[in-house]
Structure formats: C-alpha cells, structure tokens
C-alpha cells in the first residue's frame, strides 16, 4: 500500500495567500480600490500579487505614483516600462505641480518626502479612491509594526494609532463612511528577507540600483549619498567611486546606499540574511528626524 505524502504549504506560498485573499477581499468590498506603485521592490512584488490574484483578468485598478520629482532616474524607467507591459493605468500626483499651483511650499533644505502627504491625500480626494493599497511592512519600522493590515483613515485622511480595528481569524472591517478610506497592506506580514525570497522564486526584474555596482557617492551623518542633482558634496566632503546598492528606494535626495558586492539576487539573499537593521533603519534620511517621525507623517496622513 502506497502511503501518502502529507500535503504542506510552504512559508512563502503561505504569504502569498494571504496577500491575494486581501487583494480580493478589497475587491469585493471597495468600490475605488488604487495601489500605490513607485518601481521600489515591495510595489513591484505588490503588483506581481496583484496579477496573480486576478489573473487571466488584468488588474483591475489603476495604480498611482506620488511623483516628488526627486527620482532615480533607473527607477522611473522602469516604472514606465513595467505599466506599458501590464497595460495599466497610471495616476500621477505630482509635487512639483502642487507646488506651481501653491497646494505646498518647497522646504529650505530643498527635500520634498514631508510635501508630499498634501499631494497624496488631494489624490485621493480627486480620484474618490477608498482603498489605497501600499507595500508597507511589519518589520521596517516600529510605528508600522503597530498598524492593521486594513488601516482606517477618516475624512482628513488622519491615522489615529489608539483606535485601530481588530483583525480576528483574517476578518477584515472595511466599513466607511464617504470621504474616509482605507490603507491596505497586503505585505504587512512580510519580511525585507521574505521579498526578496518571492523576487528569487517569481524570477521578478528589478531596478538595477538594488544590485551592487559602482557610483559616486559621499559619507554624510553616517550613510552614504549619491552625488546627483539632488545632493551636492559640501564643504569637507570629498567625493569617491565605491561599490555600492540600494536596499530601499525613496527619493534621490534622502536615500542612502549601502557597501556591497550583491550582484545578484542570491548575493543579496545572503546579504540580507546576515544583517541586522531593517532597510528603512540603515538608508532613510527622512526617518532620522526623530523617533516618531513616521508616526508623526502616519498621523498626518502620509503611507
């Protein structure tokens, strides 16, 4: 008598069924779902979910870039490829145009990540988009680590982190009022290491800055900055030639890279593996303000 093998899920095919029961679960729920789609890693594997989940269909809803203008330039290419192959359509909210129009002020450092929360919800507003999906994770950040997978925003588009909704057995409280909406993220219980596992697995292309190559860069506060049109070397810095990636994309004037020889993704599968401070923690400048600064940006409004 031949004996059975015992059926197992795997620990990624275990996340990817969560992801796309919550892709779904928007789907039947909301009427003007959108997904936040920057060409940074977590919204490339959001979208890969989101062909899976609604495959032979396309994708049905739009994505959205909030644009600060301060882009990787290997990044926004790819962006625009990858909408073209998918046929999706693609919303812009520009900063730089709320800016000409007077919905926002240029700061005087010259950094726009704080500016674009204003830009973000006027979107939204514009759209009457109710569910905004986003591929924020558990582990990059503590003020993430404490938000639901079904995050509600009231009409201001605010998070108040004291009176968030239970989630019990994967039940998912989408009710709203018009004029409020949801976040929604699929990949909350993801981890930095998990993403790049599915990358591995799905054979999914990426921008090529998140793989080790050679950029001039300075040191600066302890990280390391490209030299572009965005930063500019000051006085007592000296610019050099290192090898270096991106483990997190942002904008171009607050994304630090790190030293690396990852040249591909079983490389930087080891090299993940090994580390010990989350992306966000180790390349964000705009997180370094304080230590409630992307709670404070949640609270406002921001993703």
Known sequence: MSQTMPYRVSHLDALEAESIFVMREVMAE?????????????????????????????????????????????????????????????????????????????????????IQTPVLLAAVEKYRFDALFGGARRDEEKARAKERMFSFRDEFGQWDPKNQRPELWALYNGRHHPGESIRVFPLSNWTELDVWHYIAKEEIPLPSIYYAHDREVIERDGMIYAVNEFIRPRAGETPSVQRVRYRTVGDASQTAAVRSDADTVEKVIEEVAATRITERGATRGDDKVSEAAMEDRKREGYF
Do not use: C, W
């Open 30 to 114: 909301f009427e003007r779902p959108v997904l936040l789609f920057s060409g940074g890693k977590d919204s490339i594997v959001m979208l890969r979910l989101a062909e899976k989940a609604f495959a032979p269909a396309r994708i049905p809803f739009p994505v959205m870039h909030v644009d600060t203008g301060h882009n990787f330039a290997e990044v926004m290419a790819y962006r625009d490829a990858r909408v073209a192959e998918l046929g999706l359509n693609l919303v812009v909210a520009s900063v730089q145009e709320a800016i000409d129009s007077g919905l926002v002020r240029e700061l005087p450092d010259g950094t726009r990540n704080r």
